[in-house]
């Protein structure tokens, strides 16, 4: 397996965060099993099978802690694994070392527990049967959380030409023909193919680095500069709206959920991305932007009201709870909210206001360990070099005519609700 090993030396933190991100092309056959292996692994490893005495060996090492977190950035697949070991200085523990905390940890993903005394090699029965019933019971849930339910059917029809518009968990019939043996194979053969990444911040330095993963044989180290497949992998197709689509999907509640997507062509890597994410602040992503105050605030149609940019999608979601019968409604002052943008009505109070949370937003990431790898990946996932530094400096010179001149460039693709219709209408779609 190949990993690009990526460090930043730095005395800041009392610990040394290490994110190792495996990257693939999103695509239908790959979501169960791809969904169901990070959860397989964190069950158990070769060295500690059981799932309780693996937990307590990572207390040992001073609470070294561990997490796992499934994503989808554009067309890419990502499982990011994350641990933090704190500095020895600071434990007063002559046998604790950072090499051994942190290749613990390595060595409990790269070779997970399996099937004792199977003439197969085989990921465990019974943590497999277990994690499936998990997802499946997550997959059932979904709509127990009709916001994340909402947001999810509006992001599949917006991205209807892209992977993307997958479910990260797959579908729950989907998951039942995987057994231990064909999951260990997807696993295999992911170690070979995946793009993994793995990123050290901490008092560490790189040289040290390359060499505890050196000692692990199936490992090969490539440079930090090596090219990859992700951008062009993550990347997705370039196509404009030509109609709106509208769906109504009934569902229980007093609520409906009113999602709006539109397309914004302004990726992370374009000059004009700041741009992008001053205008989703002034429009709503804050308790002062115009979504918040006009449609919750002043007209008092919705429960909440907000939007967001994902610059990997080229989207801008607005996402809104409103009465049934006051649906229309809110539909007409969120549309007010988007040609008041369009033609330059930005007050001073929503301009200065966004750029202090966005500022402010930035600042505090300087505070987190995760900042600079997750910085890292979202540039080697567009192909940006952007620094926290370059964005901070690149939002203090956006001007209001520049968001003016962007949101023109708004294109709506989707309405969709979901929740009960005014009058319980026949025609809604189940």
Not at 111 to 119: H, K, R, T, V, Y
């Amino acid at each position: 397996m190949r990993v690009r090993l990526c460090v930043r030396p730095s005395e800041q933190f009392a610990t040394v965060a290490v994110s190792a991100s495996w990257s693939t092309p999103l695509t239908a056959e790959l979501l169960a099993p791809y969904a169901l292996i990070p959860f397989v692994i964190r069950r158990g490893s070769a060295s500690c099978p059981d799932t309780a005495e693996l937990r307590q060996q990572y207390e040992w090492r001073y609470g070294l802690r561990s997490s796992f977190e499934l994503q989808k950035r554009g067309n890419v697949h990502s499982w990011q694994a994350q641990c933090n070991a704190v500095l020895p200085a600071l434990t007063g523990d002559a046998e604790y070392t950072l090499e051994e905390a942190i290749t613990f940890w390595w060595g409990n993903l790269l070779f997970p527990a399996l099937e004792m005394g199977s003439e197969v090699r085989a990921f465990r029965t019974d943590y497999l049967s277990q994690e499936k019933q998990n997802i499946q019971r997550r997959i059932a849930s979904q709509k127990n959380d009709a916001v994340s339910y909402a947001y999810d059917q509006t992001v599949k029809l917006t991205m209807r030409h892209d992977a993307h518009r997958f479910s990260i968990w797959g579908e729950s019939e989907e998951l039942e023909p995987w057994n231990g043996e064909s999951l260990l194979n997807v696993f295999e053969d992911w170690k070979t193919h995946a793009v993994i990444d793995v990123y050290i911040q901490g008092s560490v330095d790189a040289e040290t680095c390359k060499s505890w993963f050196a000692k692990f044989s199936v490992v090969e180290l490539v440079d930090e500069t090596a090219t990859s497949q992700l951008h062009e992998w993550a990347s997705v197709s370039a196509f404009l709206p030509e109609q709106v689509i509208e769906e109504w999907e009934t569902g229980d509640g007093e609520q409906v959920k009113l999602n709006l997507a539109y397309h914004l062509p302004v990726s992370r890597s374009s000059d004009q991305f700041p741009i992008a994410m001053m205008l989703n602040g002034v429009l709503g992503g804050y308790a002062h932007s115009k979504l918040f105050q006009h449609v919750r605030e002043k007209a008092s149609l919705a429960y909440y009201a907000s939007s967001r940019f994902d610059a990997m999608t080229e989207r801008v979601m607005i996402q809104t709870g409103v009465a049934p019968e006051r649906e229309e409604e809110a539909r007409s002052v969120i549309f007010a909210q988007i040609e008041s943008l369009q033609n330059g009505e930005i007050t001073e109070d929503e301009w200065m206001q966004t750029k202090a949370m966005l500022s402010n937003a930035l600042r505090e990431r300087e505070d987190d360990p995760s900042a600079w790898s997750e910085m890292v990946h979202a540039n080697r996932l567009s192909g940006a070099n952007w620094t926290l530094q370059s964005l901070m400096e690149a939002l203090h010179r956006v001007t209001p005519e520049q968001v003016t001149n962007l949101a023109k460039s708004l294109i709506l693709d989707v309405v969709y609700r979901y929740g009960p219709k005014h009058g319980g209408d026949e025609h809604a779609h189940d």
